[in-house]
């Protein structure tokens, strides 16, 4: 695991260095590891939409991220105790959000994704409906996991939902796209 703090740590470094603020740099490091495990998701997908007729999913890529996280997280609490222009609220990224603007936003992109089978673009897709409780409980967590965290973490978790929701927005239109023209 410290080779991949050690890892993260450069590149942290790398983007603090094009980008003169560490939020910054932290969303810069979030969406190259997302971009870097598209192709993985890629296939995670494939394989779990081809199983779906028989209820089975896998838990492959949530494994496959967690080095990632545990990684990204050791590496900011290794970092230097300063703020954002991201996050101006927060006076250090390695404190937490006083004001749980970030966990709340965490939990919003939770939730936007849970949302695309109601959009009219979509409906064509006949995504299926998430339960309301699972939302819910999934919303609820994201929130509580990211509160008493670093704001760091937090806005690791805004990027990657956000990046996430797009992926997942961009995927759906492609659908669709391709549904309509053939």
């Known amino acids: 695991m410290n080779q991949v703090v050690m890892i993260f740590g450069k590149l942290l470094e790398v983007f603090y260095s094009c980008t003169g603020d560490y939020g910054a740099a932290i969303v810069c490091l979030t969406v190259f590891v997302k971009l870097c495990l598209l192709p993985l998701y890629a296939r995670q997908r ?15 890529v949530l ?3 967690l080095p990632v996280l545990t990684g990204l997280y050791r590496t900011v609490l290794t970092g230097a105790p300063v703020g954002s222009r991201l996050c101006p609220w927060v006076v250090s990224l390695l404190a937490r959000d006083p004001y749980g ?25 006949n995504i299926p409906k998430a339960p309301k409780g699972m939302v819910l409980s999934s919303v609820v ?20 939902g956000i990046f ?17 023209a053939g």
């Open 63 to 65: 494994f496959l991220t």
């Open 164 to 180: 996430s929701a797009i992926e997942q927005a961009v995927r759906n239109g492609a659908r669709v796209y391709r549904l309509r």
């Open 46 to 60: 494939k394989r779990v939409e081809a199983q779906q007729a028989g209820g089975v999913g896998s838990c492959l």
């Open 141 to 160: 967590m994201i929130f509580l996991i990211c509160l008493p965290l670093p704001a760091a973490v937090g806005l690791y978790y805004v990027t990657a």
């Open 101 to 125: 603007i970030l966990p709340a936003l965490s939990a919003a992109m939770q939730l936007l994704p849970q949302l695309y089978p109601y959009l009219r673009f979509f409906r064509e897709l």
